[in-house]
């Protein structure tokens, strides 16, 4: 059974950083993509970013491009998220999920995490 599972996220001035981390198990963790989406209150379900399963290629939503990066470690089953810079509209709960792609699109992904609050002060 595949199972995700993030860590790392918490509560953070504006301007600061976290690393957000996914540990997976359950399927051959180096032949998948993997994705971060968010969700902010009140609001639906959007792409963050993704990498392909040799990290060969990389995607970014415009709102994150340059203060997020995307990267995994297929030695430890794991696919992190450097949140550098953060502001208050990044606050959110926080899901990894592994599929086919990399994609911005949710349907392409089979199996997600619970997810991790992040909380970004002013």
């Known amino acids: 059974q595949v199972q995700l599972a993030e860590s790392g996220g918490g509560l953070v001035q504006a301007g600061g950083s976290l690393r957000l981390s996914c540990a997976a198990s359950?399927?051959?963790?180096?032949?998948?993509?993997m994705g971060w989406f968010r969700r902010a209150p009140g609001k639906a379900r959007e792409f963050v970013a993704a990498?392909?399963?040799?990290?060969?290629?990389?995607v970014y939503a415009d709102s994150v491009k340059d203060r997020f990066s995307i990267s995994r470690d297929d030695a430890k089953n794991t696919v992190y998220l450097q949140m550098n810079s953060l502001k208050p509209e990044d606050t959110a709960v926080y899901y990894c999920?592994?599929?086919?792609?990399?994609?911005?699109?949710?349907?392409?992904?089979?199996?997600w995490g619970p997810g991790t609050q992040v909380t970004v002060s002013s």
């Open positions: 999920a592994t599929g086919v792609g990399p994609s911005s699109q949710a349907p392409r992904y089979d199996y």
């Open positions: 359950g399927r051959t963790f180096s032949r998948y993509a």
């Open positions: 990498t392909s399963w040799n990290a060969g290629v990389t």
